[in-house]
């Protein structure tokens, strides 16, 4: 407009522009099958597991102390994530458990953070990622495009297709609102495969009954 390319009545209507809604990306039922069966160091296998199982982020993981994690009860306290400054409860399924247990057993050094580096040093993030990358081409996924933050994805898609509500994967996700949480349920087409067809049963048998007209009264 300072050009005088464009006229200022532009402005005077309101322009709205639709940008695409992006969805999250999970990981294939058998691509995640096979993505385990590569993993050989105990390090990666509890780190691949825990956050498939618990649905933490990568930085969140990777700042967990030994005070955090009550394995007699399978559950990590995240006091306060960096993304939302609200603190959560996730929960370890058995397979991560067992993951989690051996690698605090055999792991070098027994620092209080569960992941260390070299020299006791907190591990990165850029190692974290490098790691899993490896796995990835180990197990010929590489091509696919999945990342360290998938593997939150995964847990999230998983879980609405084996039947959990909504309001109880928010809490767990973290999620600061339910809308963030209600992507995956566009993501995931189980439990909407089901409730069609549980629908349409019924509607093919005659048993649904109405009448979808207005009353000739109203306008």
């Not at 495009?145 to 996700?173: D, V």
């Not at 189980?190 to 306008?219: N, S, W």
Request: net charge positive; aromatic share 6%; glycine share 6%.
């Amino acid at each position: 407009m300072d050009r005088e390319v464009l006229s200022p009545d532009l402005l005077k209507r309101k322009l709205r522009v639709k940008v695409p809604d992006s969805l999250p990306r999970a990981i294939d039922p058998q691509d995640v099958r096979r993505l385990l069966t590569v993993i050989r160091r105990p390090r990666d296998r509890a780190m691949v597991l825990v956050l498939l199982r618990t649905g933490m982020r990568i930085g969140e993981l990777l700042n967990t102390t030994l005070s955090d994690v009550n394995l007699s009860e399978k559950r990590i306290e995240i006091f306060e994530t960096q993304k939302t400054r609200v603190g959560r409860v996730v929960y370890l399924a058995e397979d991560a458990c067992q993951a989690l247990v051996h690698w605090l057993e055999v792991r070098p050094r027994k620092t209080e953070l569960i992941f260390n580096g070299h020299g006791g040093r907190p591990l990165g993030y850029e190692t974290a990622r490098t790691h899993f990358k490896t796995l990835l081409i180990k197990s010929e996924l590489a091509h696919k495009g999945y990342t360290l933050h998938c593997l939150r994805h995964t847990f999230a898609s998983e879980l609405l297709n084996a039947g959990m509500r909504l309001e109880c994967l928010q809490q767990l996700l973290g999620h600061s609102s339910i809308e963030m949480t209600r992507r995956y349920a566009r993501l995931t087409d189980t439990t909407r495969k089901e409730e069609y067809f549980r629908a349409m049963a019924k509607i093919e048998k005659g048993d649904v009954h109405g009448d979808y007209r207005c009353h000739h009264q109203l306008p």
